[in-house]
Nanobody, 119 residues
Framework: QVQLVESGGGLVQAGGSLRLSCAAS????????MSWYRRAPGKQRELVAA???????NCADFVKGRFTISRDNAKRTVYLQMEDLKPEDTAIYYC?????????????WGQGTQVTVSS
């Protein structure tokens, strides 16, 4: 059974920091591409940051310079370090795993963690 369990969300003032964690089980984590998405109230889900199995990273323009994605394969965990948070970063943040084994491609989602940034 695949599980992606996010943690680290909460309430923070504008300019503050949070670190989200996503612990994975039931997948070959080292071969998985991991991502963070978010869904703000009344908006569509959007990609925040992604990291390949080889460690290459990409962040959305709206978080570049503020958010950093990283992974620890030994701990089977992906992180999202968020700095200089803004009220518009308020959203539910979701962890996503994409696994490709041969021609079989699978995708999994965590349950989400709420991040609220007060002005």
């Amino acid at each position: 059974q695949v599980q992606l369990v996010e943690s680290g969300g909460g309430l923070v003032q504008a300019g503050g920091s949070l670190r989200l964690s996503c612990a994975a089980s039931g997948i070959i984590f080292s071969l998985s591409a991991m991502s963070w998405y978010r869904r703000a109230p009344g908006k569509q889900r959007e990609l925040v940051a992604a990291i390949t199995s080889g460690g290459m990273t990409n962040c959305a323009d709206f978080v570049k310079g503020r958010f950093t994605i990283s992974r620890d394969n030994a701990k089977r965990t992906v992180y999202l370090q968020m700095e200089d948070l803004k009220p518009e970063d308020t959203a539910i943040y979701y962890c996503n795993a994409k696994v490709a084994l041969g021609i079989v491609r699978s995708e999994y989602w965590g349950q989400g963690t709420q991040v609220t940034v007060s002005s």
